[in-house]
């Protein structure tokens, strides 16, 4: 019998090796060919949404007016409100040449109070806007914006959200029909003078 060499022997298990693992790489294709690193693209339909803005600071006669008509509103005293508005040169609350009193008083017959809806109101953040040379204290800031600029799509998360809730759907609809603030709102003069108190649309806003 003849006895291979043991070298020859390890030789031989070695090719063997060899010749399988090429084999098995030839049923597989070949060996992987190198990838790039994959990037992602940007992502062009994220928009940079508006940050949210700090309310100017009131002046100290403005806030003494906020001060003082909010207290009225809070005591519920709708004739001593409208007495208020009274004395307020050029003042307006609708655009009916109704007076201050009988259009509130009617308001709430309706079932929307007036007072509530001022107290409600000035919690809201407040805007400042030059008219005439003169400066006017909003509030809520959204009323200060131009009709185009109040369109949802064009405002950051939580002035959208507070937009549906100020306005409801039927609100966002008329802004969506190009109109300006369709809400209550209300505006204070740097000097303090109490300039209107609405909530319907009408020539003030062409006014502004």
């Not at 790489?25 to 990838?35: F, K």
Request: aromatic share 8%; proline share 8%; charged share 25%.
């Amino acid at each position: 019998m003849q006895i291979w060499p043991r070298s020859r022997g390890i030789g031989l298990a070695r090719q063997f090796a060899i010749g399988l693992a090429i084999g098995l790489l030839v049923a597989c294709g070949g060996p992987p060919e190198p990838t790039e690193p994959v990037q992602t693209p940007p992502d062009e339909t994220l928009v940079e949404l508006p940050t949210r803005r700090e309310p100017p600071a009131l002046t100290e006669t403005a806030d003494a007016t906020r001060s003082e008509l909010l207290a009225l509103a809070k005591a519920g005293r709708l004739r001593a409100f409208a007495r208020r508005a009274d004395a307020a040169p050029g003042f307006v609350s609708n655009f009916a040449d109704t007076g201050h009193y009988q259009h509130w008083l009617l308001l709430r017959q309706t079932g929307v109070d007036p007072l509530d809806k001022f107290e409600t109101l000035l919690a809201e953040p407040h805007a400042a806007k030059d008219v005439g040379g003169e400066t006017w204290f909003i509030w809520p800031d959204l009323a200060a914006f131009a009709a185009e600029d109040l369109l949802p799509e064009r405002l950051g998360f939580e002035d959208r959200a507070r937009l549906s809730r100020l306005l409801g759907e039927e609100g966002v609809a008329e802004i969506r029909q190009g109109r300006a603030y369709p809400g209550f709102r209300t505006a204070i003069s740097a000097d303090g003078r109490w300039v209107y108190y609405l909530h319907e649309l009408g020539q003030e806003e062409d006014q502004e």
